[in-house]
């Protein structure tokens, strides 16, 4: 074999029985496309009339909401939408919302930066930071809940403590067959938040007890189940290694250099407040869920801090990169992370089963829900905010991210064929070499000719591939960037990328179904040859600027560098 993608046909080609169509194509396949202020102008014109469309039909009474996208430099898009029977003060950038559980992003962050210090470490036990949590003989229970098990939802702990019981939410339990509590069951439950109407924020010392008196769920890292009072451990281990309360820790730490003016655990004026009416959740202390759900922010500054972790979140520290999935979720597309709820699908670009991922996170409280979304293959962060009906929530949802992805898939394929498309070819006299990149929705940059010094490379890897494989299907080169550069000594930077084989059509076992054709091991570094890499190539620029015209490429293993006409 030569640089494979290793797939299903290779999985049973020793079966030596037929087969139909699989392909098994790279996430990124290309640089994120470049955003100006009228990049994607056609597409949000289209997306601001649904919302005229929705206002029309009252689709969006009962909410207010605020909705922004951006790229790492500036706000794209933004549509903000008030209803007047919610009062407060119309709707705008700066209008806060409690953003309920997109409080954990921030108490992840401050995990990952007190690893990065060596304040703890991922695996550490969380009984090694809050030792209140062992009683008599229980420490068995908590054996293996590790820190990074509480960052994924995998440590197997209960969701909530003093909330979210029917006790509170049904005025007669019998209708559903409950039966009344005794009275020392009654006795026996919180005195604070949900138990209290929420006039007594429930502590830590509240927390842990009910914690040392309950169960968990699972064992740890066995299956992945929602956990609030594991993102208030991590509060409480925040505070423990950093010897400041929590809040005030993510405040210094986070907040304040991240130019978060509009965040806080505090409900700001009401004069800001993007007001949900009566019954709401806005002002209610939430106590040692501070650092579950505790955060009150603006789509304004949410969109800033969703920036900074595009940039910034492979760096954050050597432990992870943040964006890691470290478990499966429920449904066969969706993946946790850190505390990331990951969605991956093949379904929404058109023509191509390339996958495309949504780093997302959701939280709600009575009548308010916020989601942020970040998109790294195309550049794009996305903040919704809502109060009041929270329908309205998957309307936006569906109307927004669809044709946003689609249209960002349109122009990074554009902005790829303008910037490495066309034919390259040998200046040195004598030598018959040339290469020809050409650009296609469904198959990005690939290779469409390549000689060297007179000879077809291409019919030569193809046979060569075709025949390792034992497929007769349609094969191409494809080109990924690995986002490395190099310098030449006359000051041209150099992009480093790679080109894989990928076979868009094969026969494969019999005895095999299509459900196989998903099946994908990726190996982008299979063969070199005198000790460089047989599929890499570096197209060097004019000058340093990463923004200049691409000017030549070196195909490496070749020991060629051919000019671009």
């Known amino acids: 074999m030569i640089f494979f993608k290793i797939s299903a046909a290779l999985l049973f080609a020793s079966c030596q029985l037929h087969g139909a169509y699989a392909s098994c194509e790279p996430e990124i396949s290309y640089p994120a496309p470049k955003y100006d202020k009228d990049t994607l102008k056609d597409t949000f014109e289209k997306i601001e009339t649904q919302f005229q469309t929705l206002l029309d039909a009252g689709s969006l009474d009962g909410s207010s909401f605020s909705l922004e996208i951006s790229s790492p430099n500036q706000t794209l898009y933004s549509h903000y939408h008030f209803d007047e029977s919610l009062g407060g003060s119309p709707i705008n950038s700066s209008s806060v919302y409690r953003i309920a559980s997109n409080t954990k992003l921030f108490t992840a962050l401050g995990i990952l930066k007190q690893d990065a210090e060596g304040k703890l470490g991922l695996d550490d036990e969380i009984t090694h930071h809050i030792p209140a949590l062992l009683s008599g003989n229980e420490k068995s229970k908590w054996k293996g809940i590790t820190i990074r098990s509480l960052l994924a939802h995998l440590s197997g702990l209960p969701d909530n403590y003093g909330d979210e019981d029917l006790l509170l939410q049904l005025s007669d339990p019998s209708a559903i067959g409950l039966p009344p509590l005794s009275e020392a069951e009654s006795k026996s439950l919180p005195k604070c938040g949900a138990y209290s109407d929420w006039e007594v924020p429930c502590t830590d010392s509240d927390m842990n ?19 609030n009072v594991g993102f208030d451990l991590l509060g409480q281990v925040l505070a423990k290694v950093t010897n400041m309360k929590y809040e005030s820790y993510i405040e210094k730490a986070i907040l304040k250099p991240l130019g978060l003016h509009e965040t806080s ?34 789509s304004s500054d949410m969109i800033k801090f969703l920036r900074w972790v595009l940039a910034n979140h492979a760096d954050i520290t050597p432990t992870i990169n943040w ?39 959701g939280g709600g409280l009575t009548e308010y829900y916020s989601y942020s979304i970040i998109i790294p293959q195309y550049d794009l962060v996305v903040f919704m905010g809502v109060a009041g009906d929270l329908t309205v929530l998957n309307t936006i949802f569906t109307g927004v991210l669809n044709p946003l992805v689609t249209a960002a898939e349109t122009e990074a394929q554009a902005q790829l064929t303008a910037a490495y498309g066309g034919v390259y070819r040998s200046i040195e006299q004598g030598l018959n070499s040339s290469i020809t990149f050409t650009q296609t929705e469904p198959r990005s940059l690939y290779i469409s000719s390549w000689i060297s010094n007179s000879t077809d490379v291409m019919e030569t890897l193809v046979s060569f591939v075709s025949s390792a494989a034992g497929t007769s299907g349609e094969l191409y080169f494809q080109l990924i960037p690995t986002f490395k550069t190099r310098h030449s000594k006359d000051g041209k930077i150099g992009e480093v990328w790679r080109f894989i084989d990928v076979i868009d059509d094969y026969e494969y076992p019999t005895n095999a179904t299509t459900v196989w054709n998903d099946y994908c091991v990726v190996n982008i570094d299979p063969f070199s040859y005198g000790a460089v890499p047989l599929n890499e190539a570096v197209f060097w620029r004019d000058g340093a600027d990463s923004a200049s015209q691409v000017q030549s490429v070196t195909l490496s293993a070749f020991r060629v560098e051919l000019q671009r006409e």
């Open 209 to 227: 007890g009910y914690l040392r008196k309950t169960d968990p769920v699972f064992a740890p890292q066995i299956e992945t189940s929602y956990s």
């Open 265 to 298: 655990f505090e409900a700001p004026d009401d004069s800001v407040a993007a007001s949900a009416g009566s019954g709401s959740d806005w002002g209610v202390d939430e106590g040692s869920d501070n650092a579950s759900a505790g955060i009150y922010s603006s």
């Open 323 to 361: 964006f890691q999935p470290t478990a499966w979720n429920s449904g066969s597309h969706s993946l946790l992370g850190y505390p990331w709820e990951i969605f991956r699908t093949t379904s929404i670009i058109p023509d191509t089963k390339r996958p495309v991922t949504f780093y997302t996170k």
